[in-house]
């Protein structure tokens, strides 16, 4: 009886991993079903990953560039996509990107690098209910801004067995080569490289910093980094304005807000980042993401100021939602360890459980409200799809597909 209680957790923990994983696939499922039930391709998953795959295939593509840089796991994806035809090739690509997604969630709620069970739910809860996603939400494109989150945790994972680290290896290979991301965590794991110097942690550490090599490489080689010089013109007060009012600023609102409220919610949200460094600082999680969050801000920052001379353009206005997501769940995760902090003081400790209950009812309703995500339709997909079905070998047509994209592919 006693041995088969091991047994018994196994299976428990299996189910409830299971039924886990399936609430968060309905979740996202029933954000947007369309996506799902009748896929249309989003901008490049048809004008560059779909359409080099059937005019070359994979591993020709494998380091083909796009913006400067490779992106294996889309190309990977949109190859394997294929085998199911191109009228199904859409299906397979936004669910395998919903499977990913759905992986990433469950492992930030099974996550040990992440101590707190509310720090894990309230991250994961965000990512599946995250505002602002109408771009974002569940295209091979833009799915290098989900991995993050997931190199993170894969990154910062303690020792395991060979086969845990060759997995994670193999993960950190194919998400560091897609887009630019682990040339940002070079220098987080240049870091976190000079003071863990266990097996584990040289070879995930080695592998980001490697392939954050190979995408700068390219990037320079392709002249998509530029020379190194700023288009921008403007002084050091400028700087810090466009850094707090574009950077800082649209991490934590959609659009512009009055200075009557901004300022004070920037002042708050700095004093919570201050109370979360004096209480969890020598953490290596919280100090090798604060690291991080702090170089990805840089780089938009850097990004800006090749974009614009004059800086009252880059004060006013702002696109671009994708580069927001991992800052966005930093805010939040701070938000919600604040909120734990304060609630575990004596005076609070004994209704803890009852208000982060209403607090966590609050934000579920601001997030639900944002819960369907809208994708523009009536593009002509479908049918363009079944002319070049019906096309014969050598005939081209054109094929037209959100955001107002159209590319041209020869029936083979």
């Known amino acids: 009886m006693i041995a088969a209680l091991p047994g018994r957790e196994k299976l428990w923990q299996a189910l409830s991993g299971a039924a886990v994983f399936l609430a968060i696939s309905a979740l996202l499922f029933f954000r947007n079903t369309q996506i799902f039930l009748a896929p249309e391709p989003w901008a490049e998953d048809m004008a560059v990953f779909l359409r080099d795959e059937y005019e070359r295939g994979f591993p020709d593509t494998a380091f083909a560039l796009y913006a400067g840089y490779i992106h294996l796991l889309p190309r990977l994806i949109a190859w394997l996509s294929l085998k199911a035809g191109l009228g199904n090739a859409m299906f397979v690509m936004n669910w395998s990107v919903l499977l990913i997604k759905c992986v990433i969630c469950l492992l930030i ?43 993170a945790l894969v ?24 887009g630019v991301n682990s040339v940002i965590f070079a220098i987080p794991c240049a870091c976190l490289l000079i ?25 320079c080689a392709s002249g998509r980094s530029g020379d190194g010089s700023l288009v921008f013109e403007g002084g050091l007060s400028d700087l810090i304005c466009i850094f707090v009012g574009r950077v800082v600023f649209h991490t934590l609102f959609k659009s512009d807000v009055s200075l009557v409220v901004g300022i004070p919610v920037l002042a708050l949200f700095a004093g919570m980042l201050a109370l979360n460094l004096r209480r969890y600082g020598n953490l290596r999680e919280v100090r090798f993401i ?9 780089v938009i920052l850097y990004n800006l100021l090749k974009s614009e001379r004059d800086p009252e353009v880059l004060l006013t206005g702002f696109s671009g939602e994708r580069y927001f997501v991992f800052l966005r769940i930093c805010a939040f995760a701070l938000l919600i360890s604040t909120l734990d902090i304060i609630l575990k003081t004596p005076r609070l400790q004994e209704n803890r459980g009852k208000i982060m209950a209403v607090i ?47 590319c041209a592919l020869v029936k083979k």
């Open 109 to 151: 709620l099974r996550s040990r690098e992440i101590p707190s069970s509310l720090m894990r739910l309230a991250i994961a809860g965000y990512l599946i209910l995250i505002p602002f996603v109408n771009e974002i939400y569940n295209n091979v494109t833009n799915l290098q801004w989900w991995l993050i989150p997931l190199m």
């Open 155 to 178: 990154i910062l994972r303690r020792d395991g067995s060979l086969w845990v680290l060759i997995t994670d290896a193999v993960i950190l290979l194919l998400t560091g080569l897609t």
């Open 195 to 219: 003071k863990d110097r266990t097996m584990g942690s040289v070879v995930r550490n080695s592998v980001v910093i490697i392939c954050a090599l190979v995408q700068f490489y390219f990037l």
């Open 290 to 298: 604060t690291l991080f969050a702090a170089v990805y801000a840089a």
């Open 360 to 406: 966590f009812l609050l934000l579920a309703v601001v997030l639900v409200r944002r819960y369907p995500v809208s994708f523009p339709s009536g593009s002509g997909y479908s049918a363009d799809i079944e002319r070049f079905e019906a096309a014969k070998p050598g005939e081209g047509v054109t094929i037209h597909f959100p955001p107002d994209w159209n």
